[in-house]
């Protein structure tokens, strides 16, 4: 009786141990979700940028060695057709979520993305990509449609060789494993190749 006691004791505590991780989760998916929807305002509200400039919950394909996944972002900003800034919304801390938000830049697209951005419900992070510094904090740090066409005519970012591509992927796979899955964006997925841009191999 007393073993059957204990393991009855051992699930209920694994039930509950399990029940306050989900409202964790839960937690931090609401807070994300705030963090989209000041971002979709300000973008569309205080930054400048037209609806066909902005593409919102991206899916796309990442292939490694033989192994592909699937990453995202939540936000992608374009100016004149050419992609300027890769944005990631989270809960939390935001300096843990720069080095992802930095990856994502640097393998959506050849040469990469070269503004990202990390935000909460509260604050952002702008970063550049080139070096992986930030260059500002706060909302009104993120570029406006004007300021971002200037960062965009300033130079091009250099491609990355395939040794630090590679690298580049692990970091974003590394990140993209502490989730269970990657949502299929509303826009839908899209395959990383020579149609974005990506030299062929």
């Not at 306050?20 to 989209?36: S, V």
């Not at 940028?49 to 699937?70: H, I, M, S």
Request: glycine share 10%; hydrophobic share 40%.
């Amino acid at each position: 009786m007393t073993g059957s006691g204990d393991e009855q004791g051992q699930s209920a505590r694994e039930a509950k141990i399990r029940e306050i991780l989900q409202e964790e989760l839960q937690d931090g998916e609401d807070l994300a979700n705030d963090a989209r929807k000041m971002i979709a305002y300000l973008l569309r509200e205080k930054k400048g940028y037209l609806p066909e400039d902005v593409r919102k919950g991206l899916a796309f394909e990442v292939t490694l060695g033989q192994e592909v996944f699937w990453s995202s972002a939540d936000f992608i900003v374009s100016v004149e057709g050419r992609m300027g800034m890769v944005i990631k919304c989270a809960a939390g801390s935001l300096d843990s979520r720069e080095r992802q938000a930095v990856a994502a830049a640097r393998v959506i697209a050849s040469p990469p993305v070269p503004v990202a951005v990390v935000a909460d419900p509260v604050t952002a992070e702008v970063l550049d990509v080139a070096t992986g510094k930030v260059t500002g904090e706060g909302f009104g740090a993120i570029p406006t449609k004007e300021q971002l066409r200037e960062i965009l005519s300033e130079k091009m970012p250099q491609t990355l060789d395939a040794k630090r591509l590679e690298k580049e992927k692990r970091i974003l796979l590394a990140f993209d494993a502490i989730k269970c899955c990657v949502p299929q964006g509303r826009d839908g997925g899209v395959q990383i190749g020579p149609e974005q841009g990506q030299e062929q191999k």
